[in-house]
């Protein structure tokens, strides 16, 4: 029985039973917006929650989506390695700190297989808490900051031959260039007379970078840089806030991954300092905010200096200008295959996301020396 058939609470009863270590289940609701995993938050009667969660009222279910992660098993593993290299005995942290952890199934196991070959994985749920959509002042993005070098402190520790690659690949500019010139040599001409001046834009704007895409996969390849494990995926609203707008959690793990640093910092930056937002339509006035940039840098150096080398400052600029252009490149990319990977609400929302990232580049590459300097004065 699936998810969409009839019967589905007590299917998703059955399944979140695996976990509930003989409680009874009180309740039942989806959790989140997102559109990669089914979440769920499961409430159990008669229960509180405990400091180490080791029987919580509450926990969240979720069944992993095999397209996005044709290997779920691994996914559960990267986490099941977290949770076990962050039960070991640390420093007393300055405030609360929460990461979501594995728990087990009646059997002992990190997830439940069902009957039609789905995985499923129960882990902690951080008590009152809440996320935010964007960054909305600078005393948020300093909180956004310091939660992903909280993160980045906890499991740099962590030997990055632990965890799985999940999705190979993933965030290494050349791959997304190699796909997009076989897209070029295959679907489309770059020489076409009846490209718009939009797609004409686009294709001009990469050419310019195409040399320089490889900068930080060069920097890791010379020594300059190297492979630690990663969040993947820091966007703002994975940052989770206490009621005083602390940051006390960093969520959706499903990325965790060797990587390099530098692909969050960057990834994170372009996503909370583009006020419009990468799904605006008025592109032509997307800007990046120095001044959000500045506080989350602020936030995050205040507990990096102590796991960041000379040369990983080195390189934050060009992590902070290529991933926006990476995901910009992404998007044209896919825009002009036909729109196979994103989902797009009209034939050309793909060009326009990908406006959107090429002129928020363009807007960081024109604000270089100020983010240049701000990087410098907090070395």
Request: proline content about 4%; hydrophobic content about 40%.
């Amino acid at each position: 029985m699936g998810l969409n058939d009839d019967g589905s609470k007590q299917y998703l009863a059955e399944i979140a039973g695996q976990f509930t270590q003989g409680a009874e289940i009180d309740a039942i609701a989806p959790l989140g917006n997102g559109n990669i995993n089914s979440t769920f938050l499961i409430t159990l009667k008669g229960r509180a929650p405990t400091p180490n969660n080791a029987q919580p009222q509450r926990f969240v279910l979720q069944r992993i989506n095999a397209q996005v992660f044709p290997q779920p098993e691994l996914v559960i593993q990267n986490m099941a390695v977290l949770s076990e290299h962050l039960g070991k005995p640390t420093a007393p942290l300055s405030h609360r700190w929460e990461t979501p952890t594995i728990l087990p199934t009646q059997q002992g196991k990190n997830f439940w297989i069902d009957e039609d070959g789905e995985y499923w994985r129960a882990i902690s749920f951080v008590e009152n808490s809440h996320v935010r959509e964007s960054v909305e002042d600078v005393r948020h993005a300093r909180e956004v900051g310091y939660g992903l070098a909280m993160f980045h402190g906890l499991i740099s520790t962590l030997n990055a031959d632990r965890l799985a690659d999940t999705l190979p690949g993933f965030h290494i500019t050349p791959t997304y260039l190699a796909d997009y010139e076989q897209v070029l040599a295959t679907r489309f001409s770059a020489d076409a007379a009846d490209a718009d001046d939009l797609t004409q834009f686009c294709l001009s704007f990469v050419e310019a970078r195409r040399d320089w895409a490889h900068v930080l996969e060069k920097a890791k390849a010379l020594g300059h840089l190297h492979v630690r494990p990663i969040h993947g995926d820091p966007k703002v609203n994975n940052i989770l806030l206490d009621d005083s707008g602390k940051a006390i959690s960093l969520i959706d793990l499903d990325t965790l991954k060797p990587g390099l640093v530098h692909y969050d910092i960057g990834d994170c930056l372009r996503s909370g300092c583009n006020p419009l937002g990468e799904e605006t339509e008025n592109w032509q006035h997307v800007t990046f905010d120095t001044g959000l940039a500045k506080a989350m840098l602020q936030g995050y150096l205040s507990l990096a200096k102590d796991f960041l080398t000379e040369q990983d400052y080195d390189y934050m600029y060009d992590a902070i200008r290529l991933i926006a252009f990476e995901l910009g490149l992404r998007f044209f990319t896919d825009y002009l295959a036909g729109n196979v990977y994103f989902k797009v609400k009209h034939p050309t929302h793909n060009l326009t996301r990908a406006l959107v990232q090429f002129k928020l580049t363009e807007s960081i590459e024109q604000q270089a020396d100020t983010l240049k300097a701000i990087i410098q004065a907090l070395r």
